[in-house]
């Protein structure tokens, strides 16, 4: 199986296959709309978490000088984790 790295590919695959459990180590990339996509269907989840940020809502941490492109990729990536994780 083969997909492509977006939560649309993610979660017509997961349609397919119609898992009964789905064991997920890919972080939060791409979890929510995946989570939603399998929402009507009986699929238990296993989150495994690799790292404390895996299950915090806000988890990309601030790198470099206060520039505005580090700024806005510092929020960008934030607003993203806080997405993701409501597909807990």
Known sequence: MGVERDSSSIGR???KI??????W???KKYFYK???ALSGKQTK???AVSNARDI???NTKWRGELTLSNLFEFV???VVSRFNHLGF
């Open 13 to 15: 695959e997961l349609l």
């Open 18 to 23: 119609d898992p009964d459990i789905l064991y």
């Open 25 to 27: 180590r890919f972080n």
């Open 34 to 36: 995946s989570v939603i």
């Open 45 to 47: 989840i296993i989150f």
């Open 56 to 58: 915090k809502p806000f």
């Open 76 to 78: 960008l990536k934030n």
